[in-house]
């Protein structure tokens, strides 16, 4: 029989000890170790925090009420970014931590409400401890010069006339500006993942957006000692490639006639859809404008800034008409399209390089439409980095950024697929495949070398990459590969063994479930810090929001997930051979069923098992029940405790 010492469980098979750990010194901000506490659910695990509905904590006042549960001290403030209501009438309300009046970077909770104002979750992560000042010891002027020596350029984007013109028109403000206004933050000195407090420090940020030279990018110069400690870039550019361009045929755009002249300016909405000519802009008398005389837009020359505009257009119906979107931003910004930007070639498209508008090269061969960068699904990629952006501010590198590149890649695939009639049957599920050789594969992602598993095959490893120098600021387009993969399972559906050896088989819920899904993940639950354990949990909450809880649609999301291994994070989930006897001292570990999970020494092979909660808590959970087999011995050791809990289907199997 099962020996179960500190805490004891009576029943298993019906309840369970909901015990909240204890915190301890030396963790990181991502593995926060939450007090206990009567509001909190034996659901909680670091960075989610659920609240016990029946206790009617009240969203107002939240995070003053209950600071000790966040850790928040008396010098930090949580300010509310963005709110919106869901379909199902649950409110999901944005918040950045700022200490002593300074905002702190890489931070973001988001606190969850049923329509009474009661709060069931909050999750994810904010920086504890801090002991800073809260001034400068060097001025913005002299921060910006250091930053602006970090980023050379023959010309800054701010030093040419028509660009300063353009943005002053997409924000109407006339006093708009592409130079860079220097904030003053608490931010983080290095990319440890880990979100360290002694990782941060007070400093400068500018966003310097480069015409010609180094990359656009984010400067923070040190208040203190005027380093520059960390820069990543601005731009979201898509991996080089060749091929060549099929177009979507006779199309209709809409226009606008200004001077006797029609233009790439579609103002038939709210939202302006306006793509700019910038092709040869380096000429003196360069026009900006695409112009027609008579709106009918067939010669050779004007296919492909036409193809531009035409699927700008799609990409906005594609987030109007389906997720209720309007625009990037959610607030109808101007959908700002530069076609051929960068002189007469540029291979490869972009959104945030310039600011906040997207641009699409016309390829290598210069004169030929055959390898432009303006596919459907390539012209959805970019405005939903806008899109990624506007939501999250999540930086671009490193598992937030391989997870940004994927969601961008989901919302390009949907509005190709949507635009041309296509569905989940006859859909060819890849990314820029219309230019003659697809980027990426959401079917086979090993097909182009990317990982369809968590740190499996072709994972680019981004426990050891830091800086702006490391490779595709470390493997964003590489590791986008298993969200995409994900999604794919999750519309389609699929059976196989993933890398970590691991059979599966999930039962796909089609595009329209797997999409929902995808965007309620999104915009409801994804932060600036996310991982991709952070988005495998935001995928199934936002399941259960939109199709209930233990509903198929969310345990078919669970179960692709665990499919392509995103529910193992080494530093907080590890799956063990329950034939081993194991000792939580390397981390908080999860076990957990959907609908149930048996702890039995005879699976896979053997005839005892102990598992023993040492340094950290070790916690089993399943949806319905938990069963012990006899054979199998349960301990705690000192403060950390064996927690036994139901989590309404939420976890995967395995």
Not at 493 to 504: C, R
Request: hydrophobic fraction near 35%; glycine fraction near 10%.
């Amino acid at each position: 029989m099962q020996n179960i010492n500190k805490p004891t469980c009576k029943w298993l098979l019906t309840a369970a000890c909901l015990l909240i750990f204890l915190g301890s010194s030396g963790q990181s901000n991502r593995l926060y170790s939450i007090p206990a506490s009567d509001v909190l659910t034996g659901k909680t695990t670091p960075g989610w925090y659920y609240f016990d509905e029946e206790k009617k904590i009240n969203a107002l006042g939240l995070f003053k009420t209950y600071s000790h549960v966040f850790g928040l001290s008396g010098n930090d403030e949580m300010r509310l970014i963005k709110s919106n209501t869901d379909a199902a009438g649950n409110i999901h309300s944005k918040y950045k931590q700022y200490y002593k009046g300074l905002p702190v970077e890489a931070t973001m909770l988001i606190v969850h409400a049923r329509a009474n104002n009661t709060v069931y979750l909050v999750n994810g992560n904010i920086i504890r401890g801090l002991n800073l000042p809260a001034a400068s010891s060097i001025n913005e002027n002299a921060a910006l010069q250091k930053a602006l020596l970090r980023i050379p350029a023959k010309t800054y984007l701010w030093q040419d006339a028509r660009f300063e013109d353009i943005k002053k028109k997409a924000e109407k403000n006339p006093a708009a500006t592409n130079y860079p206004r220097g904030t003053l933050c608490i931010y983080p000195t290095t990319r440890n993942e880990d979100m360290l407090t002694q990782d941060f420090s007070v400093g400068w940020f500018f966003d310097i957006y480069v015409k010609d030279g180094t990359p656009s990018s984010r400067v923070f110069v040190d208040a203190i000692n005027g380093q520059i400690k960390n820069m990543y870039r601005l731009g979201y550019e898509c991996t080089a490639g060749t091929a060549t361009t099929v177009f979507n045929g006779s199309r209709t755009i809409n226009t606008k006639l200004v001077s006797g002249n029609y233009n790439l300016i579609n103002d038939c909405q709210t939202t302006v859809i306006h793509t700019y000519d910038l092709i040869n802009d380096t000429a003196v008398a360069q026009r900006l404008e695409f112009a027609d005389a008579d709106n009918s837009w067939t010669a050779f020359s004007q296919q492909s800034p036409v193809q531009t505009h035409f699927a700008a257009e799609q990409t906005y119906n594609y987030f109007k008409i389906v997720h209720g979107r309007n625009s990037w931003d959610g607030a109808n910004g101007e959908m700002t399209s530069y076609h051929g930007v960068r002189g007469s070639s540029y291979a490869n498209a972009c959104w945030g390089c310039l600011g906040n508008v997207a641009q699409f090269g016309i390829g290598p061969s210069g004169a030929s439409n055959a390898d432009d960068w303006n596919t459907l699904d390539i012209v959805g990629h970019e405005f939903t980095h806008g899109v990624v952006g506007d939501e999250t501010g999540m930086p671009y590198y490193a598992q937030s950024g391989g997870l940004d590149e994927s969601f961008a890649d989901i919302f390009g695939e949907m509005t190709e697929q949507r635009t041309e009639g296509l569905n989940e049957g006859n859909a060819p599920w890849l990314v820029g495949e219309d230019r003659g050789g697809a980027l990426r594969s959401f079917w086979n992602p090993n097909a182009a070398s990317h990982p369809d598993t968590y740190k499996g095959s072709y994972w680019f490893n981004t426990d050891t990459c830091n800086g702006q120098a490391a490779v595709d600021n470390c493997g964003v387009h590489t590791n986008s590969g298993v969200q995409n993969h994900w999604f794919y399972l999750l519309a389609k559906g699929g059976s196989g063994t993933n890398d970590n050896g691991e059979p599966f088989a999930v039962t796909g819920i089609g595009n329209e479930k797997a999409r929902a899904i995808a965007y309620q993940s999104l915009v409801a639950y994804i932060t600036n810090t996310s991982k991709y354990i952070d988005a495998r949990n935001s995928a199934v909450r936002a399941a259960e929001d939109l199709y209930g809880v233990c509903s198929n649609e969310a345990i078919q999301c669970a179960k692709a997930w665990f499919a392509v291994g995103g529910d193992v994070e080494s530093a907080l989930y590890d799956r063990t051979a329950f034939c081993t006897n194991y000792n939580s001292n390397a981390g908080t570990t999860y076990f957990g069923g959907i609908r149930s999970l048996t702890i039995s020494p005879f699976s896979p092979f053997c005839s005892f098992v102990t598992e023993t909660a040492t340094t950290y808590p070790l916690i089993f959970q399943a949806g319905k029940f938990i069963r012990i087999a006899s054979g199998v011995d349960l301990k705690s050791t000192g403060t950390q405790p064996l927690i036994i809990a139901p989590d309404d289907c939420a976890y995967t199997n395995f």
